[in-house]
């Protein structure tokens, strides 16, 4: 047996001070009324396409991480940063099913992730329970791929792989970055 059309996730632990990217988060979002896109109940930033200078080692380190997917994806284009939000998510609040459009890849940064605030589950839409009869599930058979977030994880992921994010059931916010990157 071999793979063809396989997907990819990226997932790397980063060992940053989490509590000032919180405290920064928390204060741009008391400037700034952010928009509504996939987010239901939760603050989703506008739109930023500069980094902040308080952001500037996460964004190299994701640079980095996201060179080494480039090499390996064989891009012949260099990938670049197109834009990146910030998102705080309450007591029951969710992303609906979406994928992220015209880029190339996608990712996620958790800075304050309380217990059970969301995992973020991944669709497999060429399966959409295509199967009915599995004993044990796995990358070839599943029609959803589900990861528990986790403070200073950071997820790659292609930017056409359909996505949302669980409901936080937890009273504290869950705070997270995310961001496109494309040619």
């Not at 008391?30 to 980094?51: C, L």
């Not at 952001?55 to 990938?79: A, E, R, V, Y």
């Not at 589900?146 to 790659?156: A, H, Q, R, S, Y």
């Amino acid at each position: 047996m071999f793979n063809i059309f396989s997907s990819f996730l990226s997932i790397d632990t980063f060992k940053f001070n989490i509590e000032k990217y919180k405290k920064e988060i928390l204060n741009i979002k008391k400037k700034n009324k952010g928009i509504t896109r996939s987010s239901y109940g939760g603050w989703r930033s506008d739109n930023f396409t500069t980094v902040p200078k308080e952001f500037t080692d996460l964004f190299n380190k994701i640079d980095t991480n996201i060179k080494k997917l480039q090499k390996n994806l064989h891009f012949s284009k260099k990938l670049r940063l197109l834009n990146f939000w910030f998102n705080v998510n309450g007591l029951g609040s969710f992303n609906r099913p979406h994928i992220h459009n015209r880029s190339a890849i996608s990712g996620v940064y958790y800075i304050l992730i309380p217990e059970n605030s969301g995992s973020i589950v991944f669709m497999n839409k060429d399966i959409d329970d295509f199967y009915t009869c599995i004993d044990k599930y796995n990358e070839y058979n599943s029609s959803n791929w589900t990861i528990d977030p986790e403070e200073n994880k950071c997820i790659l992921f292609p930017s056409y792989l359909k996505h949302y994010v669980e409901p936080n059931l937890n009273k504290k916010e869950r705070i997270s970055i995310s961001f496109n990157y494309g040619f």
